[in-house]
């Protein structure tokens, strides 16, 4: 009689592969080129907080955006460098991007930090740039290597 064979188990599971998540490969630059513009940003508050009272505008609404947009970045960060983690299996971006958060939250929720003008924005400055430069370190160790 006419017998059916059956696939062994491992050619079964060599058919059915998981679908891993991968963030597109524009992630890593737009993490790198907002925190560069959030530390332009904050390096050019000084220089702000004396012409926005010259120009009548407020800045009550300063600190949502801050809180908003330090909130994206880490999540944007935190999410692509595992990203790129799992494929790479380099932590390099991820010694930038430490002490890049922790001195933007650092900046943000220690409250002697953050109400003094020009340390806020040096620290806030400083982790921003840590932060895009470990953007680009995950840019590069992901998409510039052969596998």
């Known amino acids: 009689m006419f ?3 059956r696939n062994p188990p491992d050619v079964m599971a060599s058919l059915i592969k998981p679908r891993r998540f991968h ?3 524009w992630a890593d630059r737009l993490g790198a080129v907002g925190a ?9 508050i000084p220089v702000a ?8 505008l ?3 609404a300063w600190h ?6 330090s909130s994206f970045a880490t999540v944007l960060a935190l999410i692509s460098l595992y990203l790129g983690y799992r494929g790479h299996r380099a932590y390099h971006a ?4 430490a002490p890049g958060l922790l001195l933007i939250w650092g900046a943000y929720l ?26 680009l370190v995950n840019l590069r160790l992901s998409w510039g290597h052969s596998h």
């Not at 560069?36 to 050019?44: D, G, K, S, V, Y």
């Not at 907080?49 to 009548?56: D, I, N, R, S, Y």
């Open 23 to 25: 963030l597109p490969h």
């Open 64 to 69: 949502g955006f801050e809180f908003a947009f």
């Open 110 to 135: 220690y409250p002697p930090l953050h109400d003094s003008i020009t340390p806020h924005a040096v620290a806030m400055a400083i982790g921003g740039v840590l932060i895009a430069l470990a953007h």
């Open 3 to 5: 017998q059916l064979e």
């Open 36 to 44: 560069f513009i959030c530390a332009l940003h904050c390096a050019l």
């Open 58 to 60: 407020g800045l009550v």
């Open 49 to 56: 907080l004396a012409v926005v009272p010259a120009l009548g």
């Open 94 to 97: 991820w010694l930038l991007v």
